[in-house]
């Protein structure tokens, strides 16, 4: 079950078909994340089939997070995810210590009923609505984030010591004279990769240096988190840290992922090393593994790295002398890796990211985008590099491990992004097995218009997303044939294994999965959203887990948790992100800001304020006196009579009309359109008059009121990707959507 903050609700079906609409009468006895069986009764007057619940098959444990209330004398607590639909009775003996107001987590004791809404006892306070970091234990406890560690693992944790023993010692590469430095954020807190370069003859026999020799040294989580054991169960069930603005739930004890296993400047730690070879034009020519003690010699940041590379003679280059010639050969290799890049078409699409900065009271103070420098891409090409080794070492070993896959686009996204591509008239287009360099000549090409905005979000919005799998279907977007995550055991479950995997290849044995949990709800939704993927389904069709060995579904069944719990983390973080940013824009009400359309759907324009990095909703009734037509090949709203074209990156002014906190939305009303959108709506029209534009005609006004009531009954905004997800299914089936044609809205 999938409740809906209206009422009513859909069955997300086991056999991946289309989801089954249940009206709110059919609510009243179940609840959100329910397992149900159902009977479909009929179509309703949208098409989608409704059913009517025959069972309720299972209802997990789940305590519900609310705010408790006192009304008339009873006590209820309205949860906080408005898609639980019915508010929860509290008899006053079951409310404890809480006070009206406070946010609470509830266990039910009574479910819901036809004619009866639940009943349930407080049994946790969190504190006021308004405390600080209240908005990130709420969206722990909505979407299951495990945040407090067991106590036998806090145990383990404890008995570790804190510095590397001389018994750990044994074994190992001593690289505690190499310069090995570590570069990441201003406000980073572990460290797991270092690195090192120096010039080397890789090929010939000539003394001249030809290319580069790179060292990539990792921590060795794997030396102190031993297989099967509390430290280990703690971290597969999170299978990530999962990251907030001011605060992280992390993977691994603070001991360790702040201590022990982060490489932290001048101090002796244990790693796993990637040496590598690396040729003039980028390629690895020879690499090996092996464990080792290291010192970081210097904990350096993005912007210092880049301000030294910039120049030399800087200060930040007189403070860090003894660093600045192996930061010069570091930064030489990265421009050979680089070649080799662009020589594979990998994609590379330049993209904004934004980070909230906060007060020392958890409010937002601004939201600033994130600047790449040439300091993030040499990090990031280093250890791409030790992450391509790490999968061909594991392939040559002939062992099972954990891939990172990203298939091509599913026939449904190649079919609208060829339209798309169609429709714009580029010439330009994608075969139906695509490479990466298709898209990346796409980008190319189309750089310097004014739309490149709008195609690159496109081409982006085409892809997959990635998984973890132990068949090995290769990476679309970075073009590698085998590709895994070697370089963060710290902070991914999927990179210790890795780790141990390559230890065990090194010690020629086999590396044994522990006995894993249970699959949680993470990984049966995952599941089923990879059986509905066309792609997915080729995949397992070739490699069918029936017929796979009990290791390598062990293998896929690790990987599909770690990946579901990867998905969490992003929900999570994105929540807060989102509860933040509303509490945000609620001290800006009325106020006008410039911005870009960044989705165009049925219902409106989502935009992004161009100033503060925020998203709303323009609703399609705040557009104007005139009928609107939905394009999903351009994937735009066309005015009827005017020809103003509203599609993404077209640039807009709105005002901030109404925040809703509970439901995390912001919507904006239209100000006016810029003037070039202006200007080039008579062309688009067919050069309409402008005494024409200036007032709606009769039919156009009725058609817009028209219009008007049907958004309004129409069910409330999805997310801009599940819009643009129903115009891919939409236009797969529709073969016609090809030509161009655009066509009314219809609800």
Known sequence: ????????????????????????????????????????????????????????????????????????????????????????????????????GQVVVVELTEPPALYG????????????????????????????????????????????????????????????????????????????????????????RGKKPNGWRLLVAIADVSHYVRNGAPLDVDAYERATSVYFPRRVIPMLPEKLSNGLCSLNPEVERLSMVCDMLVTAQGDVHAYQFYPAVIRS??????????????????????????????????????????????????????????????????????????QRNDAHRLIEECMLAANVCSADFIGQGKHAGLYRVHEGPTPEKLELLRAYLKALGLGLSVSDEPRPDEFQRIAAATAERPDAEQIHMMLLRAMSQAIYSPVNSGHFGLAYEAYTHFTSPIRRYPDLLVHRVIKAILAE?????????????AHEKLSKRLKKDSLSRKREQRERPDRLSPEVQAWEAAGLHCSANERRADEASRDVEAWLKCKYMKEHLGEEYAGTVSAATSFGLF??????????????????????????????????????????GTRVRVQVSRVD???????????????????????????????????????????????????????????????????????????????????????
């Open 1 to 100: 079950m999938q409740g809906h903050r209206d009422g009513h609700g859909f069955v997300l079906r086991d056999d991946g078909d289309a989801d089954i609409y249940l009206p709110p009468n059919e609510m009243r006895a179940v609840l959100h994340r329910d397992r149900v069986r159902v009977r479909i009764a009929r179509q309703d007057r949208r098409g989608r089939p409704e059913g009517r619940v025959l069972e309720i098959v299972e209802r997990p444990p789940q305590p519900i997070i609310g705010r408790l209330l006192h009304e008339a004398g009873i006590w209820l607590v309205a949860p906080e995810d408005r898609r639980y639909g019915q508010d929860v009775l509290i008899p006053k003996a079951a409310i404890g210590a809480a006070r009206p």
């Open 509 to 521: 044995r086999k590396y044994q999965l522990p006995s894993l949990p249970t699959p949680g709800e």
């Open 297 to 370: 010699h210097a904990r350096l940041t993005y912007t210092e790295v880049a301000a030294i590379l910039a120049n030399t003679r800087g200060p930040e280059a007189a403070r860090r002398q003894a660093r600045v010639q192996n930061l010069l050969d570091l930064h030489d290799a990265f421009r050979a890796l680089l070649k080799a890049r662009e020589r594979r078409g990998a994609v590379d699409f330049d993209t904004v990211e934004t980070q909230i900065v906060c007060d020392e009271a958890g409010r937002i103070e601004k939201i600033v985008p994130r």
């Open 117 to 204: 809404q639940p009943v349930g006892r407080v049994k946790e306070v969190l504190g006021e609505i308004d405390d600080p970091g209240m908005e990130i234990e709420i969206a722990v406890r909505k979407y299951g984030v495990p945040h407090e560690f067991s106590d036998a693992a806090i145990g383990e944790a404890r008995a570790l010591p804190d510095s590397v023993q001389p018994r750990d010692r044994a074994g190992r590469v001593d690289l505690t004279d190499v310069p090995l430095v570590t570069i990441d954020g201003e406000d980073a807190r572990d460290f797991d990769d270092a690195v090192y370069c120096q010039p080397a003859v890789v090929t010939g």
């Open 607 to 648: 935009v992004t304020l161009s100033e503060l990095h925020v998203e709303g909703l323009v609703h399609i009734t705040e557009l104007g006196g005139e009928y609107f037509r939905f394009d999903e090949v351009r994937q735009e709203l066309r005015g009827e009579r005017t020809g103003i074209r509203y599609a993404i």
């Open 661 to 747: 906190l509970d439901a995390r939305k912001i919507d904006f009303r239209l100000v006016r359109e810029d003037e070039d959108l202006l200007a080039r709506a008579p062309r688009d029209k067919g050069a309409a008059p402008a005494a024409e534009r200036g007032r709606p005609a009769k039919a156009s006004a009725k058609r817009a009121a028209r219009q008007q009531r049907d958004a309004e009954r129409a069910s409330p905004r999805p997310s801009p990707m599940q819009a643009l997800q129903s115009a891919a299914r939409k236009a797969a089936a529709k073969k016609g959507a090809a030509s161009g044609k655009p066509r009314k809205t219809r609800r």
